[in-house]
């Protein structure tokens, strides 16, 4: 896990505001550690996403009992879901960064193909 206002966090805000298109307003950062769990339900209630990203966050902590294509769009409870790597590691694999991108980030968020996201 990062810290708010370290590099990492700074790294993800980009992808979020520069690649998906989204204001700070537009979006929530839920931060896990490794095994910690929140239930999905509680979320699905309090922030009523339309899209989840997971960046090395399993379903299973969520209390979910799915499994996801990694860096692909799902489909769950209503909601898309793009499950992909920690990431400090997605910043280092510029392929698998590629693959987010082209398969999951850029047609959900520019090309909207399930329409208007925000």
């Given at each position: 896990?990062?810290?708010?206002?370290?590099?990492?966090?700074?790294?993800?805000?980009?992808?979020?505001?520069?690649?998906?298109?989204?204001?700070?307003?537009?979006?929530?950062?839920?931060?896990?550690?490794?095994?910690?769990?929140?239930?999905?339900?509680?979320?699905?209630?309090?922030?009523?996403?339309?899209?989840?990203?997971?960046?090395?966050?399993?379903?299973?902590?969520?209390?979910?009992?799915?499994?996801?294509?990694?860096?692909?769009?799902?489909?769950?409870?209503?909601?898309?879901?793009?499950?992909?790597?920690?990431?400090?590691?997605?910043?280092?694999?510029k392929e698998f960064k590629?693959?987010?991108?082209?398969?999951?980030?850029?047609?959900?968020?520019?090309?909207?193909?399930h329409g208007e996201i925000?």
């Open positions: 896990m990062y810290l708010p206002g370290s590099a990492e966090d700074d790294q993800l805000r980009a992808i979020i505001t520069s690649g998906c298109k989204l204001e700070e307003s537009n979006y929530n950062l839920v931060l896990l550690d490794a095994g910690e769990q929140i239930a999905w339900t509680k979320l699905r209630d309090q922030l009523q996403p339309k899209v989840v990203l997971l960046f090395n966050v399993s379903p299973a902590q969520l209390g979910i009992s799915a499994l996801f294509r990694i860096n692909e769009i799902n489909n769950f409870d209503n909601v898309r879901w793009v499950p992909t790597i920690s990431l400090d590691r997605l910043i280092q694999d590629s693959n987010l991108w082209n398969n999951a980030l850029k047609p959900l968020f520019v090309n909207k193909i925000v």
